[in-house]
């Protein structure tokens, strides 16, 4: 009786180590092949990123050459701005309170 | 069993004991070998890209970047059709056929075919897939605002190396040492990435110029050559309390980013490197001497009415003949023969003493390449005439900012301060490396300082030399300098050739800003009042509105009204 009952584990065990051996070296070599596979892609999302720092680099430097004071005076100057005229400038005092103020180069009179 | 199983079984078996051998080889027998050539084949050494920090003025505002570009190769012994392949790069990176072909020819197995071409213009090359021809990623300095504060940045070489001004100067900041990593690749040469994308990049370096102040400065200086139809043009601008500079510039001047081909004499930052005899902006080392050592005050008179006077058998005249006149007046109207007549009181050991505490005859130690110390001679190589002359800005050589700097001493209250253009170095990820720390040294009393201001304050009043340079709403502290020209074939000094100048700060009690303007060889004109004194004072006044800066009067004269709404 014990002797048929191993002989029927026994004949169970073998298949399932070897289907269980197979599962193992196939999941080993799919895990390789995903980890290359996601080494490819790493290597193509980084080649964007490189791109997309090189554009934003390049943008950068657009950005500063547009921003070059000279051009900006001149850009300023065609749409008909001119340079203030520094005697009729009003310097207020920054307050600690929010109200607004009138501000007039008027001389202010003794009262 | 039949023959053919037998024969069968034998061959299997025979292969399999093949394959056995062979990975006994493999892998016991000559493992290390076979390990070393599947190493080489499955990774490549890659260089690691290398930028060089980024130059910015004292606001973040960049004034040298990086731009990424593609640097062309050719394997002559891997190229099929040589001319094929030369006729198809020249059509795109505008090069002569007959130059690519030359390189074709070489033995070696390297050849740069043209460098830092731009990116599309790379991809267009790649898309022809032209055999022999490789890539290699290159960076390019790019200069923004062009031609602006070009003497003071400088510019690098083909292989980003630093060859003028602070690209030159802080060359150790800026580059970074470059390194090779091993990347694994595929069979195709395609890279695995392994998630560490790498870049090296050099420090930053944070300037004390500003951007809106030397566009201020350089374009006043443009229109002045137009104007003077001048063989140059220098102005500087700095902060007097602290030494830093706020603008420097040279004309003729260049672009920075096609510094190659320009004349040595547009590279050069006249500024520092170019010495001029400074004539009446000279006259406050007497000045001062005299006032400091107690031989006279403002109010101290002196006669000038002779319109000359005679030094060591050299005779020295006044531009415009005056009468008596006193030591106010003397700077104010700036007097050669009142000047002359100080120097000769003080004597030529406290005139030379003077000269040496405020830095004339050395370099003002300015971190910037190529600063010249100027030239002064000791007393005992004086002649007869030498006292006079050098009391009136004659016989010494300066560089305009070794004489702002003595200005500086005016508006500052008495100090001499170490002129800079670089304030701090970052690393790329913003930490702080270096802080350049402002250093002086007093070298004139306070109360001397203030007698002195109030003079210098006459010279752009009614009266002074420089009226032209008064700036509306501010008041100017300054002078003029007007000096001959020496003419190289007669050894004399020229008729027709001066250096007009005028130095200054504002406002004149509270400065902000010191600054000098020189002007070389003016056609029309040539007093430092009518050439440089207007130059100065639209810089200043453009300056000032930039900066923000209050008239003076603002508040005294009440002309600004201001109420509450509630």
């Given at each position: 009786?014990?002797?048929?009952?191993?002989?029927?584990?026994?004949?169970?065990?073998?298949p399932?180590?070897?289907?269980?051996?197979?599962?193992?070296?196939?999941?080993?070599?799919?895990?390789?092949?995903?980890?290359?596979?996601?080494?490819?892609?790493?290597?193509?999302?980084?080649?964007?990123k490189?791109?997309?720092?090189?554009?934003?680099?390049?943008?950068?430097?657009?950005?500063?050459?547009?921003?070059?004071?000279?051009?900006?005076?001149?850009?300023?100057?065609?749409?008909?701005?001119?340079?203030?005229?520094?005697?009729?400038?009003?310097?207020?005092?920054?307050?600690?309170d929010?109200?607004?103020?009138?501000?007039s180069?008027?001389?202010?009179?003794?009262? | 069993?039949?023959?053919?199983?037998?024969i069968?079984?034998?061959v299997?078996?025979?292969?399999?004991?093949?394959?056995?051998?062979?990975?006994?080889?493999?892998?016991?027998?000559?493992?290390?070998?076979?390990?070393?050539?599947?190493?080489?084949?499955?990774t490549?050494?890659?260089?690691?890209?290398?930028?060089?920090?980024?130059?910015?003025?004292?606001?973040?505002?960049?004034l040298?970047?990086?731009?990424?570009?593609?640097?062309?190769?050719?394997?002559?012994?891997?190229?099929?059709?040589?001319?094929?392949?030369?006729?198809?790069l020249?059509?795109?990176?505008?090069?002569?056929?007959?130059?690519?072909?030359?390189?074709?020819?070489?033995?070696?197995?390297?050849?740069?075919?043209?460098?830092?071409?731009?990116i599309?213009d790379?991809?267009?090359?790649?898309?022809?897939?032209?055999?022999?021809?490789?890539?290699?990623?290159?960076?390019?300095?790019?200069?923004?605002?062009?031609?602006?504060?070009?003497?003071?940045?400088?510019?690098?070489?083909?292989?980003?190396?630093?060859?003028?001004?602070?690209?030159?100067k802080?060359?150790?900041?800026?580059?970074?040492?470059?390194?090779m990593?091993?990347?694994?690749?595929?069979?195709?040469?395609?890279?695995?990435s392994?998630?560490?994308?790498?870049?090296?990049?050099g420090?930053?370096?944070?300037?004390?110029?500003?951007?809106?102040?030397?566009?201020?400065?350089?374009?006043?200086?443009?229109?002045?050559?137009?104007?003077?139809?001048?063989?140059?043009?220098?102005?500087?601008?700095?902060?007097?309390?602290?030494?830093?500079?706020?603008?420097?510039?040279?004309?003729p001047?260049?672009?920075?980013?096609?510094?190659?081909?320009?004349?040595?004499?547009?590279r050069?930052?006249?500024?520092i490197?170019?010495?001029?005899?400074?004539?009446?902006?000279?006259?406050?080392?007497?000045?001062?001497?005299?006032?400091?050592?107690?031989?006279?005050?403002?109010?101290?008179?002196?006669?000038?009415?002779?319109?000359?006077?005679?030094?060591?058998?050299?005779?020295?005249?006044?531009?415009?003949?005056?009468?008596?006149?006193?030591?106010?007046?003397?700077?104010?109207?700036?007097s050669?023969?009142?000047?002359?007549?100080?120097?000769?009181?003080?004597?030529?050991?406290?005139?030379?003493?003077?000269?040496?505490?405020?830095?004339?005859?050395?370099?003002?130690?300015?971190?910037?390449?190529?600063?010249?110390?100027?030239?002064?001679?000791?007393?005992?190589?004086?002649?007869?005439?030498?006292?006079?002359?050098?009391?009136i800005?004659?016989e010494?050589?300066?560089t305009?900012?070794?004489?702002?700097?003595?200005?500086?001493?005016?508006?500052?209250?008495?100090?001499?301060?170490?002129?800079?253009?670089?304030?701090?170095?970052?690393?790329?990820?913003?930490?702080?490396?270096?802080?350049?720390?402002?250093?002086?040294?007093?070298?004139?009393?306070?109360k001397?300082?203030?007698?002195?201001?109030?003079?210098?304050?006459?010279?752009?009043?009614?009266?002074?030399t420089?009226?032209?340079?008064?700036?509306?709403?501010?008041?100017?502290?300054?002078?003029?300098?007007?000096?001959?020209?020496?003419?190289?074939?007669?050894?004399?000094?020229?008729?027709?050739?001066?250096?007009?100048?005028?130095?200054?700060?504002?406002?004149?009690?509270?400065?902000?800003?010191?600054?000098?303007?020189?002007?070389?060889?003016?056609?029309g004109?040539?007093?430092?009042?009518?050439?440089?004194?207007?130059?100065?004072?639209?810089?200043?006044?453009?300056?000032?509105?930039?900066?923000?800066?209050?008239?003076?009067?603002?508040?005294?004269?009440?002309?600004?009204?201001?109420?509450?709404n509630?």
């Open positions: 009786m014990r002797c048929r009952r191993r002989s029927w584990f026994v004949g169970v065990l073998k399932l180590s070897i289907v269980l051996l197979l599962f193992m070296i196939f999941t080993i070599v799919w895990l390789r092949s995903s980890v290359v596979s996601l080494e490819y892609r790493l290597s193509s999302l980084e080649k964007k490189v791109e997309l720092a090189r554009d934003r680099k390049l943008l950068l430097a657009e950005r500063s050459n547009l921003l070059a004071i000279g051009r900006l005076e001149n850009t300023a100057a065609g749409s008909g701005f001119a340079f203030p005229d520094r005697m009729r400038v009003v310097y207020v005092k920054k307050g600690s929010s109200d607004t103020y009138k501000a180069l008027l001389a202010k009179r003794e009262h | 069993m039949g023959k053919r199983p037998i069968l079984s034998a299997i078996a025979c292969g399999f004991i093949a394959v056995v051998l062979r990975l006994v080889d493999i892998m016991l027998l000559n493992h290390q070998w076979f390990l070393a050539k599947a190493k080489g084949q499955q490549k050494r890659e260089a690691v890209p290398v930028k060089r920090g980024i130059i910015m003025d004292r606001r973040g505002r960049e040298a970047v990086n731009l990424e570009t593609e640097s062309i190769y050719c394997d002559p012994a891997e190229v099929v059709k040589p001319d094929a392949v030369a006729a198809a020249s059509a795109t990176i505008n090069k002569r056929p007959e130059v690519i072909l030359a390189k074709f020819d070489g033995k070696g197995r390297f050849d740069w075919i043209e460098r830092k071409v731009s599309e790379a991809k267009r090359i790649k898309e022809l897939k032209l055999k022999g021809i490789g890539f290699v990623p290159d960076a390019k300095r790019f200069y923004p605002k062009g031609n602006l504060a070009s003497h003071i940045i400088g510019y690098v070489d083909i292989d980003n190396k630093g060859l003028e001004g602070i690209e030159q802080y060359e150790k900041y800026l580059s970074a040492r470059g390194e990593v091993s990347v694994v690749r595929d069979a195709r040469g395609n890279v695995l392994e998630g560490l994308s790498k870049e090296i990049r420090n930053n370096v944070v300037l004390t110029i500003d951007e809106g102040l030397q566009y201020i400065v350089e374009k006043n200086l443009d229109e002045a050559m137009e104007h003077w139809r001048a063989a140059s043009a220098t102005a500087i601008m700095m902060d007097p309390f602290t030494g830093e500079i706020l603008a420097m510039a040279s004309k001047d260049f672009d920075l980013n096609n510094s190659a081909g320009v004349h040595a004499a547009e050069r930052n006249r500024a490197t170019d010495c001029y005899e400074p004539g009446s902006t000279f006259k406050i080392v007497v000045g001062t001497a005299a006032i400091e050592e107690g031989i006279v005050t403002p109010g101290t008179k002196f006669d000038c009415s002779a319109g000359f006077i005679e030094v060591g058998g050299r005779k020295i005249k006044d531009a415009h003949r005056h009468g008596v006149l006193t030591f106010k007046e003397v700077i104010q109207k700036s050669n023969v009142g000047s002359i007549k100080v120097g000769l009181n003080l004597g030529r050991e406290k005139v030379y003493q003077y000269i040496k505490r405020f830095g004339f005859g050395e370099r003002t130690g300015i971190d910037l390449t190529g600063e010249v110390s100027g030239w002064i001679r000791t007393p005992d190589r004086w002649s007869g005439m030498s006292i006079g002359a050098i009391s800005g004659q010494v050589a300066v305009p900012l070794q004489v702002l700097r003595a200005y500086a001493v005016i508006a500052n209250g008495g100090f001499l301060v170490k002129p800079y253009v670089v304030s701090e170095i970052r690393s790329h990820s913003g930490g702080l490396l270096h802080k350049t720390a402002p250093e002086k040294q007093r070298i004139i009393s306070e001397t300082i203030a007698t002195f201001r109030n003079i210098l304050k006459t010279v752009t009043e009614e009266g002074g420089a009226t032209g340079a008064a700036v509306d709403g501010n008041e100017v502290a300054g002078k003029t300098g007007t000096a001959q020209l020496m003419d190289p074939r007669t050894k004399r000094y020229s008729k027709d050739k001066f250096v007009s100048s005028f130095v200054g700060f504002v406002p004149a009690n509270d400065p902000r800003l010191a600054m000098i303007v020189v002007i070389h060889e003016p056609k004109a040539h007093y430092g009042g009518v050439v440089a004194g207007p130059i100065f004072k639209k810089i200043a006044s453009e300056s000032l509105s930039y900066l923000s800066v209050p008239r003076d009067d603002s508040e005294e004269k009440r002309l600004l009204l201001v109420s509450s509630n």
